[in-house]
């Protein structure tokens, strides 16, 4: 059948099975919104206040779901600003497609209105991008984005077309899509009894748990690992929920601001099992100190990430669930009782602690666990808030915190928290920010109230940029150079002003009060919770050190 190049968009999306799309329309997309229009029932199209929230949104919808989130944006600026989400997705190993719609082909290349060169800017942010110039190429182009955004390690796909090639016609027939195979080509037998015979030697294992062990969906064979191998079990920050956090086998996080329980039991195994992670500098510390004392086995599907960071002294490559599965059957059970009670000794010794009195970041984390019983998807933006969400909620199920681990954007946070709640309208959605990541996105608050979105927007309010506040306390001699955000801007008539109920707690037991009304509500909710400027993030490796030399406040008492 002869279509026009927006009616194979459309056409290509449902192949592909997608429901929702997050855009914001604009002239040289119009061809394709016209389509949409006509195809809502089957579409749901969210419009966002800004592009980049659009991009984050599909950012959110992806990872709380495994499927690929899709956003849609104009030529020029319309492009320009999903970058920001894009470079967040790609860093973050997000399967996306981004559509972008530009000039028609006899305006390419002479600075027409509203025309960029968005694939030459994407390049180096994406796993592939395209300019269809050709409309017969359309269809196979759309299809091999798709396959692109989840195949192996996933990531973004942005597809540009020309305006005049939405308008074109063309032969289409529809196909079934088949489902995406797991990576195992590079896989092999040796490896996996190499892989079997480092652990049966080893007498102190640590298991590290990354994103990638989230993506493959390997939780189930991830537990009988754990069990399997007799071993503590650590986390990074985009492993959250990969691994129970309830489980008396985890540690807690590893890194920067992870637990003393954790980097102290890696500093001292004899052999650390890396499951689906690149080795952050944000974990690793002084990479030349990290783990010194063990022999590294990597598990990945990118190839890329072995020996990048950090030199391994064996690996497998291939899906994490296919590797553990094949693992778990070569293994037999191990038993390290005495290095079980070591790191168990170390939990004791050294558990995660905060003042008590006042509201505070970590009792607010506590507070909304309890409240939720662990059942929310918890959504963060970058900072304090950020790592005291990684620390005091447990995370016990994969894909239930949502944050932008690798770019670090401030902004993230409601726009993904507004794709994760229309894909799982059943769940309670949180999204914590602080007040100046807040700032940054905050008009989305507009869209979740279009969308009658039932999210509820913490604001951890201390009046300053808290990360960026707290390293200049620590390593700037307390020269707090523009990180003081004391300008009276009231979140709660901002919230009122678009639609949302505002609320503010100054204290625990009203934060409680509020979030109680709130989780009943089912309505956009944004609570401002106003905590001490001062208070920080620990434990705390400081920048370049290793992971073995964490300390918190007591520690810096005792200097």
Partial sequence: MQLTGSQVVIECLKEQGVDTVFGYPGGAILNVYDELYKHSDEIHHVLTSHEQGASHAADGYARSTGKVGVCLATSGPGATNLVTGI??????????????????????????????????????????????????KLADVIRRAFR???????????????????????????????????????????????????????????????????????????????????AP?????????????????????????????????VSECDLLIAVGVRFSDRVIGDAKRFASNAKILQFDVDPA??????????????????????VNHLLEQ????????????????????????????????????????GDAIIVTEVGQHQMWAAQYYKYSKPRTLLTSGGLGTMGYGLGAAIGAQVANPEKQVINIAGDGCFRMNMNEIATAVRQQLPLIQIVINNQVLGMVHQWQ?????????????????????????????????????????????????????????????????????????PISEAFDESDLRNR
């Fill in 87 to 136: 470079a967040t997705a790609y860093m973050d190993s997000v399967p996306m497609v981004a559509i972008t719609c530009n000039v028609g082909v006899p305006l390419l290349g002479k600075d027409s209105f509203q025309e960029i060169d968005i694939a030459g800017i994407t390049t180096p942010i994406t796993k592939h991008n395209f300019i269809v110039k050709d409309i017969n």
């Fill in 148 to 230: 692109i955004a989840q195949t192996g390690r996933p990531g973004p796909v942005l597809v540009d077309i020309p305006k005049d090639v939405t308008a074109a016609t063309t032969e289409f027939e529809f196909q079934q899509i088949p489902p995406v195979a797991r990576k195992i080509d590079k896989m092999t037998e040796a490896d996996l009894e190499r892989a079997a015979a480092m652990i049966r030697d080893a007498k102190k294992p640590y298991i590290f748990v990354g994103g990638g062990t989230v993506i493959s969906g390997a939780s189930e064979e991830l537990a009988k690992f754990a069990e399997r191998v007799d």
């Fill in 233 to 265: 079990v650590c986390d990074s920050l985009m492993g959250k929920g990969a691994f129970d956090g309830t489980n008396d086998r985890y540690s807690g996080m590893l890194g920067m601001h992870g637990t003393k329980a954790s980097n102290y039991g």
């Fill in 305 to 326: 990430e072995i020996n990048k960071n950090i030199q391994t002294d064996a690996s497998v490559i291939g899906d994490i669930k296919e590797i553990l599965k094949r």
């Fill in 334 to 373: 191990q038993e390290h009782t005495e290095w079980m009670q070591h790191i168990s000794e170390f939990k004791e010794k050294y558990p995660l602690t905060y003042k008590k009195e006042g509201l505070s970041g970590p009792f607010v984390m506590e507070e909304i666990y309890r409240q939720t019983k």
């Fill in 473 to 545: 306390g620590l390593f700037y001699e307390k020269r707090y150079s523009n990180t003081i955000l004391n300008d009276g801007v009231d979140f709660v008539k901002l919230a009122e002003a678009m639609g949302a109920t505002g609320m503010r707690a100054t204290s625990q037991e009203a934060f409680a009060e509020e979030l109680a009304k709130a989780l009943e509500m089912k309505t956009p909710v944004l609570i401002d919770c106003i905590i001490d400027s001062d208070d920080n993030v620990w434990p705390m490796v400081a920048p370049g050190a």
